[in-house]
């Protein structure tokens, strides 16, 4: 368990101190940029907001790729799922005006995640009943949510008066509102932390999250011990979606309110880094997550005070994302378990004795 927890903090210290050499090859002040990164993400309480609003997409989608990756199921299409989602929200959001609040919330959240669960379930679907490696599957499925999602802005659901590549807004009924205006914070965030909690006990303390784990581990031995292989595959891939999806339907229902080309940044690949610095932990997923939405709210700032282009960012994400893997490899189990002690990874897959009831 401190392995699990001080890893990723030691990567990051290892990746600062590397950057801060970057920095100061380049002429910049390390500490002058670091401390405008913190400035611009927690400087303020509305900086503090837009951090957390930033990260709340990232942990709906990180927890999708942290479930899939326990199973050794590369789903790299949590863009594509989330983005489907999206639509599958927008669509229906304008007709729910004539519902309750709390159940037009409940039917545009429950769209966007039967949305992304019937994309990622595709994936699912190709790799358990025909082989098709879902890494291929979920990038080709990626491209296809983009495009589809630029067909219905543009036709069957662009808005009335076709003056702009958006769909009509969401019903009143189906926005979650601000609960702590001004700020952009709202139920969103208390989701996904909810989710987080629900992952993590559905990973560690149920028999399918065992079998889930034991199969990323080993697919072989996983079948010997009777382990249904392909169903198993079929309802993570469509939970991994449905996670995804979620995160489409709050986007639209919680800030955007409409559909619009670009919807996605990119969450769905972030969200790969997001899970990797998590260590596939659902739980670690919140604050990795906040981590990268603070990079993103802070780059403003360091390129506004420091003149450090964005792309910055970038570099300090994927040095993280590296150093991370680094730590992971063989060539550091020796310093590894100096530091640490024995590796906690090996109790990641309890005994089949401990296996708890189905």
């Known amino acids: 368990m401190l392995s699990t927890i001080a890893k990723p903090f030691a990567a990051l210290a290892l990746a600062a101190a590397l950057i801060s050499i970057v920095l100061a090859a380049l002429g910049a002040s390390p500490l002058g940029v670091f401390a405008a990164l913190g400035e611009g993400a927690f400087g303020n309480w509305y ?4 951090t957390i609003v930033k990260s ?3 942990v709906f989608t990180g927890l999708a790729v942290a479930l899939a990756f326990s199973g050794a199921l590369w ?6 799922q989330l983005t489907i989602g999206a639509i599958a929200a927008g669509a229906i959001g304008p007709h729910l005006g004539n519902f309750p609040h ?3 919330i409940a039917i545009i959240l429950a769209a966007g995640a039967l949305g992304g669960a019937v994309w990622g379930a595709v994936a699912g679907w190709l790799r358990a009943r025909r082989d098709v490696n879902e890494v291929i599957s979920t990038i080709m499925l990626n491209f296809v949510a983009v495009q589809a999602l630029s067909w219905v ?3 069957p659901l662009m808005e009335p008066s076709r003056a702009y590549p958006t769909s009509s807004p969401i019903a009143r009924a189906a926005q979650i509102e601000f609960y702590f205006a001004p700020s952009r914070i ?6 996904a932390v909810a989710l987080a909690a629900a992952c993590y006990l559905l990973l560690f303390r149920t028999g399918a999250g065992f079998e889930l784990r034991a199969m990323g581990r080993n697919r072989r ?3 010997f011990f009777g382990i249904r292989i392909p169903a198993l595959t079929l309802w993570v891939m469509a939970l991994s979606g449905a996670l995804a999806g979620l995160g489409g339907a709050v986007q639209i229902s919680a800030i955007s309110h409409r559909l619009y080309e670009k919807l996605s940044p990119g969450w769905g690949f972030e969200a790969i880094a997001v899970a990797l610095v998590a ?5 670690g997923v919140i604050p990795a997550a906040i981590l990268f939405g603070a990079l993103d709210n802070g780059s403003q700032a360091m390129q506004r005070t420091q003149g450090i282009s964005p792309e910055l960012v970038q570099v300090i994400q994927g040095l993280v994302i590296l150093i991370i893997l680094a730590f992971d490899t063989p060539a550091w189990s020796g310093l590894r378990e100096q530091i640490f002690g024995a590796s906690g990874d090996a109790a990641a897959v309890p005994p089949v004795a401990e296996m708890p009831d189905a």
């Open 47 to 50: 900086a503090c907001a837009d």
């Open 56 to 58: 709340t997409p990232l």
């Open 279 to 283: 260590r596939l932990n659902p739980l």
């Open 221 to 223: 031995a996983a079948t």
């Open 186 to 191: 709202n139920l969103g965030m208390i989701l």
């Open 153 to 155: 802005v543009h036709g």
């Open 75 to 80: 789903n790299i299409g949590a863009d594509g």
């Open 102 to 104: 709390a159940i037009a």
